[in-house]
């Protein structure tokens, strides 16, 4: 069984990803925000993660390059799942390495392919 780290600052965004997740046979864990998310994968080395983009202390933007600059963490994948859904958004998100970019809302059967495509 895959685990999946959430991290969103908004509680009903975490708990709404992981019951859809948790649905489809993953295990999950979460984080309100990136520092505690580093520290989460630090210690607790999650198969994926799904990251939003706009949370206190550090953005998922931030979050998203220390994983992939880090060596132990490169090859973590990322999803960002955010509100943001201009195009420009979509840019940094790539651009900051992640691995795929989902704009809630989001159909439900797209999202769980998604993470199943990033998962060995």
């Known amino acids: ?51 939003d983009i706009v949370m206190p202390e550090m953005n998922g933007y931030e979050v998203c390059r220390r994983v992939k600059s880090n060596p132990q963490t490169k090859d973590l994948p990322v999803i960002f799942c955010s509100i943001k859904g201009e195009e420009f958004d979509r840019y940094w998100g790539m651009k900051s390495a ?17 993470v199943k495509q990033l998962l060995p």
């Open 1 to 51: 069984m895959s685990t999946v780290l959430v991290v969103d600052d908004q509680l009903s965004h975490r708990e709404m990803i992981a019951n859809l997740l948790i649905k489809n046979g993953f295990k999950v864990i979460s984080a309100s925000n990136g520092v505690k998310a580093l520290e989460k994968i630090k210690i607790q080395k999650p198969d994926l993660v799904i990251l």
């Open 98 to 114: 992640a691995d795929a970019y989902i704009v809630k809302p989001f159909h439900p059967q797209e999202f769980i392919d998604t």
